[in-house]
């Protein structure tokens, strides 16, 4: 075996060389001497200013002594048989190792995937998509990798190409997948249909002969990418036992585990995974992208392989936001009450099912919106194409839903000459109210609230680029371009409101593992918390540490590295983390309290009747009682003791949906945002400048305030760019993506970004630790359909689609 | 890959007259994609930041002779007044950090048709004072070029410097973007006018398969302030003659369909910057009396 790492193989790349620091090791403290950065406070982030100044390190800047460098050959076309792969010239140059394809393969097991494994890890007889994996190539220079993988010879005969439903779903429709036997694929009307999930509630056809007004529309949703800071990359270790240590950046380390171990024929205690740098995910980790590849080669050259993706090939490397083709009907009676909904979703999944079947369950159980409607008739459903994957992205089929039915919802108040913020009022949901799944609302929806505060805060002035010399281009649209001084510019007011479910759905076994242990270190009590969670930037690592000394009343907390030596924390989606391992944190910290107190009146109960009789807490390194009396130090009851608990923490249980209805107690909590989008559109030339995007949301508790303002305005941020610019074109005759790269995928710029106002509401959810509410993701959904009201507002378009391109808005 | 590093100008000449194939670098900022793709592989890059006279500039009576790796930060801060458009242009070029490195040769050398500096040269009129070790000479810009990412310098030449007419009045750059800031121009419009000459000069941009001077509307232009003796009176242009010179502008475009907008829209929107800017130099022109 090759060169082991030296020290701890929790760090490689710790040596003063190489910037590997694993950035969630980070002791944090606040010198204080009673409980302080507890929770309510916002302490902050250990990553922040080392991602501010370059100095993180991402897994991308993992570095091992005699490794080697990875690269991946993939599609050049999008469907094809594959005739032949010739690997000779490849093989045979200088400072290859290994060069792997289908056939190299060391088990039975050579697909994966999140739900359904349909999912190649090297492409086999078939590609479905442009830039599927068809090889790997092992070298000493990534250069020497690239350009050895550029040697393999493959004969494709191409297939045609389904691109969309028609094309797709047509009787002689060539298959995508042949021959599937997944637990889907009994109830689909088609075997290009993932999943196909109705819901019907009431009596659509009766409700809709009550209704005054009728409106329809139909909406496109075009194909985001998560974008994240740091592309995908990992290092795999082989290890003396047959084993393998693999460092990556990833969503979900146990879930990953799970599809990595069969392929390899390894017992997953044998493959050892930690997180490593992530500069963010926004769902585009949840699936395996190089995994299997850097451990199959290290496997098999025994040799550390590192792999790292550049950003063209990562717009190829992870799924995307599936894009939508939306049908919607609302009625209304004449007094603003809406009588019906029905609608039809359809989800391009892409070629392989990544997490569709869940995406197709939300669009379908949050289609109509967070409104009181009773008779409902529903259906959602993915497809399989040749298009890129699709799967999982903040917001998870929600977003689609949302950018629809509010544009609906805006467009019956214009039919019934209703403000549109007072028509969504009359109908909001709040407490008690019945969800199109038959399921009941338990806990605060205050819907009309959010609304109410978005709309009370003040209006940014007009024309802000009015300057004494000028005009200020920064402040208009076209920004530092050029193109209008004032000329064409016509300001517009839209509002949008939105419903996100939070943490997994659907009866999924959804729980989260802490490990913490409390000794005394140097006199001082110190928390140690070991989860698996991934910190993708959402900020766990900081508010682990704050639940910590919340609950066990210490200064220092030490954050291990996340690893697979703990179990699973689950995925880091689904506005889940907070609720799900901060959760564990602070149950696994109560035993552990408990333990703490157990010791102390073994230790000191006879010396204060309080130990039997009070209420006793841990707080500012000290026991004391619910009254504030002290008892101990903490360091005095543990001594040489230290107490160590590992535990699991469950959300309470959800129901699968009726396949044929789609009722049932599906989801565990909800989350809302509302915002106010204020634009500046140039009329002639079609360009858009977002003003303001005001939010208000209600997040339960906000246990670290900082980062909540941080998650709603990066969410309502993500909202913006897939309103104006974000969208990976493929072409429809060759399914070929256009625009991967930076340079033809725009995101916004600072530019782009417009303040953003939040107001925060904290309404406890009693089913919730501290009554929290999950953030991250319900300010991504309300933030684009605001902004194309806005629009629509200031050119009295009808804009059915998003992003909104300037060739839109100018008919030209 | 083998790295050339002239230490000074005759070595520059002299390595690129023995390894023709050689591709000259300074800021990076085009050349650096274009490797970092994979799309080019030259043989040989060479660096051309050793050769410091070539980030200078002179102002002289009538031109400027601008350094081909004069920074576009520099002319910004240096030469807003003898080269307003392109000042204006330079704004528009990616971000601050491609500004600080990158200058006008670069853009020249590799002669895409969406170089933000080009309509602004094209408008303002100069050379290109190509040079290599047979001797110097001077390509008006009109010349220069010759096809996409083609242009009038021979396999031996190399960019010493521009020579651009100082302005005699009023300048505009117009750049139309998917976003507002850090963006590949859809498509772009520059504009000069020349009240010594009393022409009036244009560039287009990412509309044609080279960048293109609308000339056309510049003749009509010229001859319709002419006629109405307006360049004396700085009376108003009137909007039937600047809605004609929109149109020609337009009308001048060949673009293309792609990923970053249609061919009709590109039109449609240089008829509006061609619009939008005639006023605001004409307005300029009228202001300054």
């Known amino acids: ?812 | 890959m083998e790295f050339l590093r002239p230490a000074s100008w005759q070595e520059a000449l002299a390595a690129k007259a023995e390894h023709p194939a050689a591709v000259p670098i300074a800021g990076g900022t085009d050349v650096m994609v274009e490797i970092n793709f994979d799309h080019r592989r030259p043989a040989y890059l060479m660096d051309l930041n050793r050769v410091t006279e070539l980030q200078e500039w002179e102002i002289g009576a009538d031109t400027v002779r601008l350094g081909a790796s004069v920074p576009y930060t520099k002319i910004m801060e240096h030469l807003r007044t003898e080269l307003p458009g392109l000042a204006l242009a330079s704004h528009t070029v990616a971000s601050p950090q491609i500004r600080n490195r990158g200058g006008v040769g670069g853009n020249l050398g590799t002669a895409s048709p969406a170089g933000d500096a080009h309509p602004a040269l094209l408008a303002g009129g100069g050379q290109v004072e190509a040079a290599s070790v047979r001797g110097t000479r001077m390509i008006p810009l009109d010349d220069f070029y010759l096809g996409v990412k083609r242009n009038a310098l021979e396999p031996d030449e190399l960019i010493r410097a521009v020579h651009l007419r100082k302005a005699s009045g009023p300048q505009q750059f117009s750049k139309v973007g998917t976003r507002n800031a850090m963006v590949i121009a859809v498509c772009a419009f520059g504009i000069a006018l020349h009240p010594d000459t009393r022409t009036v000069r244009t560039g287009i941009g990412s509309a044609a398969p080279t960048p293109i001077r609308a000339r056309t509307a510049e003749e009509f232009l010229t001859a319709a302030l002419d006629e109405a003796g307006l360049w004396d009176s700085r009376g108003p242009v009137p909007p039937s003659v600047a809605g004609q010179f929109a149109d020609l502008v337009a009308g001048a475009a060949n673009p293309i369909d792609d990923v970053r907008g249609t061919a009709s829209y590109r039109r449609h929107a240089l008829g509006v910057m061609a619009r939008r800017t005639l006023g605001w130099t004409w307005q300029e022109y009228r202001d300054a009396n």
């Not at chain 1, 779903?169 to 999930?197: F, K, M, W």
């Not at chain 1, 407490?431 to 940014?460: C, F, H, N, W, Y």
């Not at chain 1, 107190?597 to 026991?623: I, K, Q, S």
Request: hydrophobic share 40%; with cysteine; glycine share 10%.
């Open chain 1, 1 to 812: 075996m090759a060169d082991q790492p030296r020290t701890a193989p929790a760090r490689p790349g710790t040596s003063a060389a190489a910037p590997g620091r694993i950035p969630t090791s980070l002791t944090q403290g606040t010198g204080s001497a009673t409980t302080k950065g507890g929770i309510g406070e916002s302490t902050l982030r250990p990553d922040g200013i080392l991602k501010v100044t370059g100095e993180f390190a991402y897994s991308s800047d993992l570095w091992h002594e005699d490794m080697l460098w990875g690269y991946t050959l993939r599609s050049t076309v999008a469907h094809a048989r594959i005739l032949s792969i010739d690997t000779g010239e490849a093989l045979a140059t200088s400072g290859v190792y290994a060069v792997l394809t289908y056939d190299d393969l060391p088990t039975e097991v050579k697909n994966y995937g999140l739900e359904i494994r349909d999912t190649p890890v090297l492409a086999h007889g078939k590609v479905r998509h442009h830039g599927e994996p068809v090889a790997l190539v092992a070298a000493d220079h990534p250069e020497t990798a690239r350009r050895a993988a550029a040697k393999i010879r493959v004969e494709y005969e191409e297939l045609p190409v389904v691109t969309d439903e028609a094309s797709a779903t047509a009787p002689d429709a060539i298959l995508v997948h042949e021959g599937r036997d997944d637990h889907h694929s009994g109830h689909v009307p088609h075997p290009n249909v993932v999943h196909r999930q109705p819901i019907v509630r009431g009596d659509a056809d009766a409700a809709a002969a009550r209704a005054d007004v009728v409106v329809r529309g139909d909406y496109v949703f075009g194909m985001q990418d998560q974008a994240f800071l740091g592309p995908e990359s990992g290092l795999a270790v082989p290890a003396e036992d047959g084993g393998v240590d693999l460092y990556v950046a990833t969503q979900w380390l146990h879930s990953d585990l799970r599809q990595i171990a069969p392929v390899l024929g390894l017992p997953e205690s044998k493959v050892r995974m930690t997180l490593s740098g992530v500069g963010g995910a926004f769902g585009g980790r949840e699936d395996l992208s190089m995994q299997i590849h850097g451990c199959l080669l290290a496997l098999r050259t025994g040799k550390p392989v590192k792999i790292v993706y550049n950003r063209f090939e990562s717009f190829f490397g992870h799924v995307h936001r599936h894009p939508a083709r939306l049908r919607y009907e609302h009625g209304a009676t004449r007094d603003g009450k809406l009588t019906h909904v029905r609608c039809r979703i359809v989800l391009d999944g892409g070629a392989y099912a990544s997490a569709s079947p869940a995406v197709v369950g939300n669009a379908a159980s949050l289609s109509i919106g967070p409104y009181v409607v009773d008779d409902v008739d529903i259906e959602a459903l993915a497809l399989y194409t040749n298009n890129p994957p699709c799967g999982a992205m903040r917001g998870f089929g929600a977003v689609q839903a949302c950018f629809a039915y509010e544009a609906q919802m805006d467009k019956v108040a214009a039919e019934l000459d209703l403000d549109p913020v007072e028509f969504r009022q009359r109908n909001a949901m709040e407490q008690g109210t019945i969800m199109p799944t038959g399921q009941p609302v338990d806990s605060p929806a205050p819907v009309a609230e959010l609304l109410r505060r978005v709309k009370a805060m003040p209006l940014p002035p007009e024309q802000q680029w009015r300057t004494t010399e000028g005009a200020d281009v920064r402040a208009l649209p076209g920004g530092l371009s050029n193109t209008t001084h004032g000329e064409g510019v016509v300001r517009g007011v839209g509002y949008a409101v939105g419903i996100k479910n939070v943490g997994f759905s659907e009866g999924f076994d959804d729980y989260s593992t802490a490990r913490v242990r409390i000794e005394v270190i140097n006199g001082e009590p110190v928390a140690t918390v070991h989860t698996a969670m991934a910190e993708v930037g959402q900020g766990g690592v900081t508010v682990h540490a704050q639940i910590a000394r919340s609950e066990l009343g210490v200064t220092q907390v030490t954050i291990q590295p996340a690893d697979t030596r703990v179990g699973s924390a689950g995925s880091t989606s689904a506005s889940r983390q907070t609720y799900m391992t901060g959760g564990a944190v602070k149950n696994t910290c109560e035993a552990v309290r408990e333990k703490v107190l157990d010791l102390g009146r073994r230790r000191f109960g006879t010396y204060h009747p309080a130990w039997a009789t009070a209420e006793l807490l841990l707080e500012g390194g000290r026991v004391v009682t619910d009254g504030g009396e002290a008892l101990a130090d903490i360091a005095d009851v543990l001594g040489d003791e230290s107490v160590d608990l590992e535990l699991e923490f469950r959300h309470r249980p959800t129901q699968a949906f009726d396949l044929r209805t789609g009722q049932g107690n599906g989801h565990v909590q909800y989350s809302f945002a509302a915002h106010r989008a204020v634009v500046e559109v140039d009329t002639e030339l079609g360009l858009v400048k977002v003003v303001e995007l005001a939010c208000a949301q209600d997040v339960g508790k906000a246990l670290n305030p900082l980062s909540v303002v941080g998650q709603i305005q990066g969410g309502t941020t993500q909202g913006l760019g897939v309103a104006v610019m974000e969208e990976i074109v493929v072409d429809p005759k060759t399914a070929k993506v256009r625009n991967p790269s930076f340079t033809d995928y725009l995101i916004p710029t600072i530019l782009d970004t417009p303040t953003i106002p939040v107001d925060v509401l904290e309404l406890a959810d009693e089913h919730a630790p501290y009554g929290l509410r999950g953030v991250g993701e319900a300010p991504t959904l309300s933030s684009t359909p605001a902004v194309l009201a806005a629009i629509r507002q200031a050119t009295g378009l009808e804009l059915n689609r998003t992003p909104v391109r300037p060739e839109h808005l100018t008919g030209a």
